[in-house]
């Protein structure tokens, strides 16, 4: 893996010129611009793809323009963000993020994989388009269901097609696995031409391979309750071994510590490079369940930036108490909360301290599903830490972080496909579909190495962001830890039971990217027992509202129904939840 390099973003404003000179804007060919190429390098396209990508994903715009934060809405639905988790939604509510997907990485896929098709000669900048293609895709899919597919960018065409059809969400996943297949073809050809611009993998055709299989399995994982085949095909995928198994195979995307041109973290320019702490809330039980189990990873999770206690008898305090203003809060505000002094320290044997209470009242976020007004609490809300933002490490004294550039860099990353994760998709499919493992592992050795996996990576991102106060985490701790999980999943009573566990596990694991969560949870329900929303303007979120602009203009566009009508849903989506 590479990080961005600043010579990345030097030339990155030259990309997206050159890129969007590539129409055909006049018949009047007299002339020949040098600076406005019908062509554009592979190279160049498969940076910007990259960028673009994670841009449209995180909601990280470039100047000047603005996109709608996805992940941490997806985040918000299962319980770990309160950014959209009381589901106020509507058809404008992602025009920005439909618009930049179509008019960026999309449209530069399209250019990847046609620059490398007319060459004949370019088979590993083809494959890892098509890699690029099957996974960002099928992230379409995953958020709205049926949308423009085959006819997506016909507009770039001689004959334009600004009507473009939307294709049944279940043919387009079919197409997709099948071009994983392709692209492991293709990155096994030998190619004159090697790989470069590549943000990821630094040119690795041996990752970019192994992705294919692993976007395949993700697939794969997504449908199986809607695919007859797929344990089949899962069996194969295992039976190869070729899929992402450990961290240097793993698919993120790493960030810089730029603030011109701006290369951080998104999480860590709302809450470190504002003058205020402008990050949403973390809800409470998320916090809450990772000290109850001592956790290793909350201090780099969480960064506290209050510790004085607010006094609900002053009006001015009482506005900014987390809960004051809704009814049924469970967790509320923690420092004047009982049962969180009984859970987090009585039952453990602990006698609290007034340092204690300092360190409580840093904990401060939100109840799922609490829609109250937003009080002047920008310096008392939960930061995120050192992971995945590139943050602070949470150290005894708290702090306010906004404005605060001497500790954390904002070099975090998003984790797209890790190690981790399909630790996690075989344990799924082991429980679910009787998938046969590899010799010598079983689902508790899977489940044991996912966590310590990823705590490794939360670790290294820390040490990185902030060295001088990050602390690596401690060994004996790690076990206890792991050690409660394991023994937890053994006494778990039936493979549904298990799975619910290992799922709430990848609940914690997962943060940062929340669209594995919120796809983990239409599948099976799981984890069970996230809080409900104590309010909520709809029903649970199946999939994401079309745009407004996309229905109106496209006259192919299907008529949308109701937002959200306890039916519509993702076609793998066999579940259905809704809250009752």
């Known amino acids: 893996m590479k990080p961005i390099h600043k010579l990345a973003y030097s030339w990155l404003m030259t990309v997206f010129l050159t890129v969007a000179s590539s129409c055909t804007l006049t018949e009047l060919d007299i002339n020949e611009d040098p600076n406005n190429p019908a062509e554009v390098s592979p190279n160049l396209l498969l940076t910007s793809v990259q960028l673009d990508a994670v841009r449209?994903?995180?909601?990280?715009?470039?100047?000047?323009?603005?996109?709608?934060?996805?992940?941490?809405?997806?985040h918000g639905f299962v319980g770990i963000l309160s950014s959209n988790d009381s589901y106020n939604l509507n058809n404008n509510s992602y025009n920005r993020s439909w618009n930049y997907f179509y008019s960026g990485p999309a449209k530069d896929l399209d250019g990847l994989i046609n620059t490398a098709e007319k060459s004949g000669n370019q088979p590993l900048y083809l494959g890892v388009g098509q890699v690029m293609k099957a996974y960002?895709?099928?992230?379409?899919?995953?958020?709205?269901?049926?949308?423009?597919?085959?006819?997506?960018?016909?507009?770039?065409?001689?004959?334009?097609?600004?009507?473009?059809?939307?294709?049944?969400?279940?043919?387009?996943?079919?197409d997709l696995i099948k071009l994983c297949d392709e692209a492991v073809v293709?990155?096994?050809?030998?190619s004159v031409t090697p790989l470069s611009g590549d943000l990821i993998y630094n040119g690795s055709v041996a990752n970019w391979k192994t992705l294919a299989n692993t976007v395949k399995l993700r697939?794969?994982?997504?449908?199986?309750?809607?695919?007859?085949?797929?344990?089949?095909?899962?069996?194969?995928?295992?039976?190869?071994?070729?899929?992402?198994?450990?961290a240097n195979q793993d698919f993120l995307?790493?960030?810089?510590?730029?603030?011109?041109?701006?290369?951080?973290?998104?999480?860590?320019?709302?809450?470190?490079?504002?003058?205020?702490?402008?990050?949403?809330?973390?809800?409470?039980?998320?916090?809450?369940?990772?000290?109850?189990?001592?956790?290793?990873?909350?201090?780099?999770?969480?960064?506290?930036?209050?510790?004085?206690?607010?006094?609900?008898?002053?009006?001015?305090?009482?506005?900014?108490i987390p809960c004051s203003q809704t009814q049924g809060c469970k967790y509320g505000y923690w420092v004047?909360?009982?049962?969180?002094?009984?859970?987090?320290?009585?039952?453990?044997?602990?006698?609290?301290?007034?340092?204690?209470?300092?360190?409580?009242?840093?904990?401060?976020?939100?109840?799922?599903?609490?829609?109250?007004g937003v009080p002047q609490d920008v310096n008392a809300r939960t930061a995120p830490g050192t992971y995945p933002a590139g943050g602070q490490y949470d150290v005894t004294r708290s702090s306010v972080t906004g404005n605060v550039n001497t500790r954390g860099a904002g070099d975090g990353i998003t984790p797209l496909i890790t190690s981790w994760m399909v630790k996690f998709y075989l344990i799924e499919a082991n429980l679910t579909l009787g998938v046969t493992l590899p010799a010598g592992q079983t689902p508790q050795s899977l489940f044991e190495a996912a966590m310590?996996?990823?705590?490794?990576?939360?670790?290294?991102?820390?040490?990185?962001?902030?060295?001088?106060?990050?602390?690596?985490?401690?060994?004996?701790?790690?076990?206890?830890?792991?050690?409660?999980?394991?023994?937890?999943?053994?006494?778990?009573?039936?493979?549904?039971?298990?799975?619910?566990?290992?799922?709430?596990?990848?609940?914690?694991?997962?943060?940062?990217?929340?669209f594995e969560v919120w796809n983990a949870f239409r599948r099976t329900g799981y984890p069970s027992d996230i809080q409900a929303p104590i309010a909520r303007y709809r029903q649970f979120p199946l999939r994401l509202p079309y745009s407004a602009q996309e229905l109106s203009l496209n006259q192919s566009a299907p008529a949308n129904p109701a937002v959200f009508d306890g039916n519509e849903g993702i076609f793998w989506d066999v579940l259905k939840f809704k809250f009752q």
């Open 186 to 190: 293709n990155l096994g050809k030998t």
């Open 219 to 246: 697939l794969l994982i997504n449908s199986r309750r809607a695919r007859p085949t797929a344990a089949a095909e899962i069996q194969a995928i295992v039976a190869g071994g070729d899929y992402v198994k450990t």
């Open 253 to 320: 995307f790493r960030y810089n510590r730029l603030a011109t041109p701006e290369g951080r973290h998104l999480w860590y320019q709302s809450a470190y490079a504002a003058a205020e702490n402008t990050f949403t809330y973390y809800l409470h039980q998320y916090i809450y369940e990772m000290l109850r189990d001592d956790d290793p990873r909350t201090p780099f999770y969480f960064k506290r930036q209050a510790s004085v206690i607010l006094n609900p008898d002053d009006p001015t305090d009482r506005s900014t």
């Open 452 to 514: 310590r996996e990823q705590m490794k990576r939360v670790e290294e991102v820390g040490l990185r962001s902030d060295p001088s106060n990050a602390k690596a985490m401690d060994a004996a701790v790690i076990t206890k830890y792991v050690a409660s999980y394991l023994a937890r999943y053994e006494a778990a009573p039936s493979n549904e039971a298990k799975l619910n566990l290992v799922l709430k596990q990848a609940w914690f694991s997962n943060l940062g990217n929340g």
């Open 136 to 174: 960002l895709f099928g992230i379409m899919v995953d958020l709205f269901g049926d949308i423009p597919y085959s006819e997506a960018l016909d507009g770039d065409q001689a004959s334009e097609n600004i009507n473009a059809k939307f294709e049944d969400d279940q043919v387009i996943y079919e």
């Open 56 to 74: 449209f994903l995180e909601g990280n715009a470039p100047a000047g323009s603005s996109l709608d934060a996805l992940n941490q809405d997806v």
């Open 336 to 372: 004047l909360n009982p049962f969180i002094w009984k859970t987090l320290y009585t039952d453990k044997g602990k006698i609290p301290t007034r340092a204690d209470s300092a360190y409580i009242a840093g904990f401060f976020g939100r109840d799922r599903g609490d829609i109250s």
